[in-house]
């Protein structure tokens, strides 16, 4: 990925000091999906290894997994799998309790989302202590799903998300850290 485009992303995001909680830097990507050409770049250096390949469903993390998955499944023409919080998918659900940089929480999907043997792209906006993306890491291997990768626009390397995932085995794609 060249330099240009780190230094586009990295100018797109917002950074917000002490929320939700003092002593978190959040990094805000309203501003990035706010800024077509960062937004399309962004979605089209995830996609990148993957076109013209077979990717069944991409699955994207509750809330802002959504948004950027939704483009990548678009332009993979592949199906869309929802990862979300607790209590608000209608079906059988399989359901994991994770933590969070700032809290705990529960996530769950449609037991009937993934076909054994689905090759998957697994994304989210950003990976920090990678308890979120390790949680929807174990539902999407409890329902057989091949994850090709873990993809996110932000790696917060100190957190140690990232080799949390790999420890899983499961190959993680970061775009800026
Ligand atoms: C953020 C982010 C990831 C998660 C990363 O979501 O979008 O999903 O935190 O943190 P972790 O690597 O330490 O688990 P958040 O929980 O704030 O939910 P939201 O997207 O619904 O706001
Ligand atoms: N999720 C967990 N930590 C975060 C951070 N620092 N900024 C944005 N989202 C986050």
Do not use: W
Request: charged share 25%; net charge neutral; hydrophobic share 45%.
């Amino acid at each position: 990925m060249d330099s240009t485009l780190k230094q586009t992303l990295v100018e797109a995001i917002r950074s917000i000091p002490d929320y939700p909680k003092p002593g978190v830097m959040f990094r805000d990507i309203t501003t990035l999906l706010g800024n077509a050409r960062a937004f399309r770049r962004a979605v089209d250096e995830l996609v990148h290894p993957y076109a013209g390949g077979k990717v069944d469903q991409v699955a994207g993390i509750e809330a802002r997994g959504f948004i950027i998955g939704g483009a990548m499944a678009h332009q993979l023409s592949s199906g869309f799998v929802t990862i979300r919080k607790k209590g608000k998918l209608p079906h059988d659900t399989v359901r994991i309790a994770y933590s969070l940089e700032y809290g705990v929480d529960e996530m769950e999907m449609h037991r009937d989302a993934i076909v054994p043997g689905d090759k998957v792209i697994l994304v989210d906006d950003l990976i920090a202590t990678g308890g979120t993306a390790e949680a929807a890491v174990k539902l999407l291997q409890q329902m057989g799903a091949d994850i090709l990768s873990a993809c996110f626009i932000i790696d917060l390397p100190d957190l140690g998300g990232r080799r949390k995932l790999e420890a899983l085995g499961v190959n993680v794609r970061t775009l800026i850290a």
